[in-house]
């Protein structure tokens, strides 16, 4: 995104820093990114399945299958079967919160969600992410 549109890292951050901060005060729970924060977009495998992974062995896991591999997930395990198995073209993009460690913090997960869900909406703007009809 950042190359399509100049300062799209910044801004994100800008408003995620001014979203996080009106929640904050309202709720605790949220992390407030400080000033030199920027969003970082990852591209690689994320292992999909049924077993959840909190407890700090996501490196060795993941390179025991493949050196792409960047995260693990349960949900769209069955979204991309469902896909494969229709045809429909499918896409998955993971704002990631944690590092699959036991008691980890869970403050990030607005700001990962919020930085996908950005992501997407202006994906879908600037015309390099597609939706099928």
Not at 31 to 47: A, F, N, Q
Not at 104 to 113: E, I, L, V, Y
């Amino acid at each position: 995104m950042e190359i399509l549109n100049r300062g799209w890292s910044a801004a994100l951050a800008h408003d995620l820093r001014v979203i996080a901060q009106n929640a904050a005060e309202e709720e605790a729970g949220y992390t407030v990114p400080d000033e030199k924060w920027k969003p970082r977009v990852v591209r690689g495998d994320i292992l999909a399945g049924g077993s959840l992974v909190e407890d700090g062995s996501l490196p060795t896991f993941a390179l025991e299958h493949s050196d792409k591999v960047r995260a693990v997930e349960m949900k769209e395990a069955g979204f991309a079967a469902d896909g494969l198995e229709t045809g429909i073209p499918w896409l998955v993009v993971r704002g990631i919160a944690d590092v699959g460690e036991e008691g980890r913090d869970k403050t990030w997960q607005f700001g990962a969600t919020f930085i996908a869900a950005r992501f997407v909406r202006d994906g879908i703007a600037k015309g390099v992410l597609k939706i099928a009809r």
